[in-house]
């Protein structure tokens, strides 16, 4: 059996400043000299003690759980009004047979006084209320946090699955690269399979961390055009620019390699003439912006791209990660100008 011992200390603790504190609200309510008659109004507070420890704790327990269930409504509302009336009764057979006769004795005690009556009414009121008010606040809170908690674990689940949809389909084109490749029999083949072992060792593995380092993905973009360059050969033009004034700052894995990959697929691929695309990674004080260009043949333009501006599975999966993992801390433009197809995207890595 575990015992809470942070919860039984809270509990203590709970009890322990309310005492004095409903001691000083009795002085009030009986317009008493506190500095006189706080030391007896502490005294009854101690011998009220035992009662409200059982009617709080029962209300906690047994009654507040009849709540969830909407069916026994009535139920509970029976149960909370004897609890009051028995809470009551032996709260003034305590303070009559026990209390009197040990701190006011001669004194006569009324147990059915109208007014004392009201008064242990109000008395216990306060302090269930006071107790409840206390736990709920907390039951809030803790749900708060397993709401959260939820949603966290289902934004992480999400991003597993993104990211899992993310290895096959890069493989998938890249085999396509190598299968244009085998049936001209070319001399290229086994060097294109070489890099692709490169750059799969890469994705499987390397990648399974939530951070690389920039130049690691600056890295498998440059090797990945290498791979391309295989394939196209003479036709292709690739423009390769970086700038990163820390190679070392963290990235989530596989978010720029996506449009890179579409800049091929629907540029080379997506043409019969020359094509050139333009990669340039940039990163300042933590800034990053990354821009592809790629040649869009009049003839295909029109099939490129069909479902949205940014088109592909593999870019509208990036667009979900970068929503899940740099909310508002990103910017992804796409757009179609002089025959060119431009995505643009801009990160703030600082924040993460």
């Not at 101690?46 to 507040?64: A, D, G, H, Q």
């Not at 993310?166 to 290229?188: E, M, Q």
């Not at 869009?296 to 667009?319: C, H, K, T």
Request: one cysteine or more.
């Amino acid at each position: 059996m575990n015992i809470n011992w942070q919860r039984i200390s809270l509990h203590i603790l709970f009890w322990t400043v309310y005492v004095p504190l409903n001691a000083v609200l009795n002085c009030i309510l009986q317009r008493v000299p506190l500095e006189e008659h706080f030391n007896d109004a502490l005294i009854g507070e101690m011998f009220s003690l035992p009662v409200k420890l059982l009617l709080t704790y029962f209300v906690f327990y047994y009654v507040i759980p009849l709540y969830l269930d909407r069916s026994k409504i009535w139920k509970l509302v029976g149960l909370l009004f004897s609890a009051f009336a028995v809470a009551t009764i032996i709260y003034r057979l305590e303070i009559a047979f026990i209390y009197y006769p040990l701190f006011r004795p001669g004194e006569t005690y009324n147990l059915l006084n109208p007014k004392g009556l009201l008064l242990t009414e109000f008395d216990l009121f306060i302090t269930l209320a006071a107790a409840v008010t206390i736990k709920m606040i907390r039951v809030h809170y803790k749900s708060l946090e397993f709401e959260q908690e939820l949603m966290r674990e289902k934004l992480q689940s999400e991003l597993s699955f993104l990211r899992a949809q993310t290895n096959p389909h890069f493989l998938f084109n890249t085999l396509n690269n190598l299968y244009v490749l085998a049936r001209k029999k070319s001399d290229k083949t086994p060097d294109a399979i070489m890099m692709l072992s490169k750059i799969m060792r890469f994705v499987l593995y390397e990648c399974r961390a939530p951070r690389i380092a920039v130049m690691d993905e600056a890295k498998i973009i440059q090797d990945y055009i290498e791979l391309e360059k295989l394939r196209y050969s003479k036709r292709l033009t690739v423009d390769y620019q970086e700038e990163i004034d820390n190679p070392h700052t963290a990235i989530a894995p596989l978010l720029l390699l996506p449009f890179v990959e579409n800049s091929f697929k629907h540029g080379a691929g997506g043409t019969t003439g020359d094509v050139v695309i333009s990669i340039r990674i940039s990163l300042h004080e933590h800034s990053l912006s990354f821009v592809v260009q790629n040649t869009l043949d009049p003839e295909f333009e029109s099939n490129a791209y069909p479902n949205s501006d940014v088109g592909g599975i593999g870019l509208r999966n990036v667009q979900r990660q970068l929503a899940l993992i740099y909310p508002d801390q990103h910017e992804l433009r796409t757009s179609r100008e002089n025959g060119l197809f431009i995505a643009n995207l801009k990160i703030n890595l600082g924040a993460h």
